[in-house]
C-alpha cells in the first residue's frame, strides 16, 4: 500500500523559510522520479521540482530558482523541498508526487502561507 507523510508546512513571514518532507512507503522509491507541485486558491496545480533517478538530476520551475532545493534520500525513502526567501506567491497547499512510466502517487499535500 502506497503511503506518503507530508511535514512541515505552516505560517512563514516574507523573506522567511520552510522546510517540506515527504516520507514514502510501499513502493520502489528509488527508482521513481520525486515531484514537489503546489496549487494556489483558485489556481491550476503546478510543477515546483522534479528530482529524478539515477543521479538525482534536479530540475525547478522558473518561480522557484535559487531559492528552492529538492533533495532525496533513498536510504529513508524521504524528498525534501528547502524553500528560502519566500514570497506571499508562494502560498498554496504543496503536494509531493512519486512518478514512474506514466504511474503516478500523490501525497495528501501541506499547506504554507507566507503572509506578514
Known amino acids: 500500500q502506497v503511503q506518503f507523510v507530508e511535514s512541515g508546512g505552516g505560517l512563514v513571514q516574507p523573506g522567511g523559510s520552510l522546510r517540506l518532507s515527504c516520507a514514502a512507503s510501499g513502493f520502489a522509491f528509488s527508482t521513481y522520479a520525486m515531484r514537489w507541485y503546489r496549487q494556489a486558491p483558485g489556481k491550476e496545480r503546478e510543477l515546483v521540482a522534479t528530482?529524478?533517478?539515477?543521479?538525482?538530476?534536479?530540475n525547478y520551475a522558473d518561480s522557484v530558482k535559487g531559492r528552492f532545493t529538492i533533495s532525496r534520500d533513498n536510504a529513508e525513502n524521504t524528498v525534501t523541498l528547502q524553500m528560502n526567501s519566500l514570497k506571499p506567491e508562494d502560498t498554496a497547499v504543496y503536494y509531493c508526487k512519486a512518478e514512474q512510466l506514466g504511474i503516478g502517487y500523490w501525497g495528501q499535500g501541506t499547506q504554507v502561507t507566507v503572509s506578514s
Open positions: 528530482v529524478a533517478p539515477p543521479y538525482s538530476n534536479r
